[in-house]
């Protein structure tokens, strides 16, 4: 029994949206990171669906830590649907299952491995990508999409119209420039493959995605404006807010996903976005709206900030008009995505 109020909102919106049509039934997809925020959610939408509409559908999960998995999928544990694969994404695949669909999640996104750990970054991404479309190459009839970042696009100084085919700047001498190259590259290695090889597969830009799931031990950015807001107490920003961030909602996310494991163009790239709002602006929304003007934003800069991984700053807005005309209709805006991922971690005590 699912206990969270807001995940089970998100998973029969999914329903609805996704799996209502039937497209997938009867068929196994195999979610990589699955563990992760959005790997997690999309395997609980497909099993959800298993569940309320028998869609019937195996989903392999593939998961470093199998007792984590256990934890994280324990509302389905019963489950005849659901195989978890201990894969070595870097070694050649081979499932028991004939696989139809991949979303391939995996990556290393915490700031501080990206500069103590670059070189790990960047083959985790490439290695892993490979050997998801080698496997492609001998069951040539499976479709995939590779979850991308918006930080592919680098900085693009007051680009507030960002479509996919716009390209910025990557300091390469950075080493946390390590995530934004892998992302490059491994869009370019699956559409090397899709163009030589005749391959399905596509790739999801998404914007930073949160809502219901997030652990509560989240400390990115969103998270601790977040818990300012529960806890009252003032928000701290360690830089000027200057820089733009692009924003979706969990659910949002996995619906353009799925429409895009669906109907995506092998080949191409999609932005997956929603709400846009520099981080001051946020964080004063956050103040106002999720605190009841309780709280107060404060700046303070810390001396080794250049030491810290904080992404370059940013100033752009993403443009998802291309994942829209293939039907992606978001609901949730920004202030929404506060207050549904507060709730989801109250529920849970």
């Given at each position: 029994m699912i206990k969270d109020k807001v995940l089970l909102e998100d998973l029969m919106f999914l329903n609805e949206k996704v799996f209502n049509s039937g497209y997938f039934n009867n068929k196994t997809i195999l979610v990589t990171g699955a563990t992760g925020l959005v790997g997690s959610l999309i395997v609980k939408s497909i099993?959800?669906?298993?569940?309320?509409?028998?869609?019937?559908?195996?989903?392999?999960?593939?998961?470093?830590?199998i007792e984590k998995a256990n934890l994280i999928f324990s509302d389905f544990k019963h489950s005849e649907h659901l195989f978890f694969a201990k894969a070595?994404?870097?070694?050649?695949?081979?499932?028991?299952?004939?696989?139809?669909?991949?979303?391939?999640?995996?990556?290393?996104?915490?700031?501080?491995?990206?500069?103590?750990?670059?070189?790990?970054?960047?083959?985790?991404?490439?290695?892993?990508?490979?050997?998801?479309?080698?496997?492609?190459?001998?069951?040539?009839?499976?479709r995939m999409v590779y979850i991308s970042s918006m930080e592919y696009y680098g900085q693009l100084f007051d680009d507030h119209n960002v479509t996919e085919e716009k390209l910025g700047y990557i300091?390469?001498?950075?080493?946390?420039?390590?995530?934004?190259?892998?992302?490059?590259?491994?869009?370019?290695?699956?559409?090397?493959?899709?163009?030589?090889?005749?391959?399905?597969?596509c790739s999801a830009r998404l914007a930073q995605t949160f809502g219901a799931g997030v652990p509560f031990s989240d400390n990115r950015v969103f998270a601790q404006f977040a818990k300012s807001a529960m806890n009252k107490t003032n928000i701290i920003l360690h830089t000027t807010g200057k820089s733009?961030?692009?924003?979706?909602?969990?659910?949002?996310?996995?619906y353009g996903i799925f429409i895009l494991l669906e109907k995506g163009v092998r080949g191409q790239s999609y932005n997956v976005a929603n709400s846009h709002s520099s981080i001051l602006d946020m964080a004063?929304?956050?103040?106002?709206?999720?605190?009841?003007?309780?709280?107060?934003?404060e700046v303070c800069i810390p001396e080794n900030a250049a030491s810290l991984g904080y992404a370059p700053e940013v100033r752009m807005k993403l443009n998802s008009d291309k994942l829209k005309a293939l039907g992606w209709s978001p609901l949730i805006s920004l202030e929404n995505m506060f207050k549904r991922m507060i709730i989801s971690w109250e529920s849970k005590g």
């Open positions: 099993l959800y669906a298993n569940q309320e509409l028998n869609s019937n559908i195996s989903v392999v999960a593939s998961v470093r830590n070595d994404l870097l070694q050649l695949l081979d499932f028991e299952q004939k696989v139809d669909f991949i979303i391939h999640t995996v990556s290393i996104t915490a700031s501080k491995e990206m500069v103590d750990n670059p070189t790990g970054v960047l083959l985790t991404a490439f290695e892993s990508t490979k050997q998801l479309l080698e496997y492609m190459k001998l069951n040539p009839e499976c300091d390469m001498s950075k080493p946390r420039s390590s995530y934004p190259e892998s992302k490059r590259i491994c869009e370019m290695l699956c559409n090397s493959y899709a163009s030589q090889y005749n391959l399905n597969v733009e961030g692009n924003y979706c909602y969990t659910a949002d996310a996995v004063n929304m956050v103040a106002e709206k999720i605190a009841n003007n309780q709280i107060k934003v």
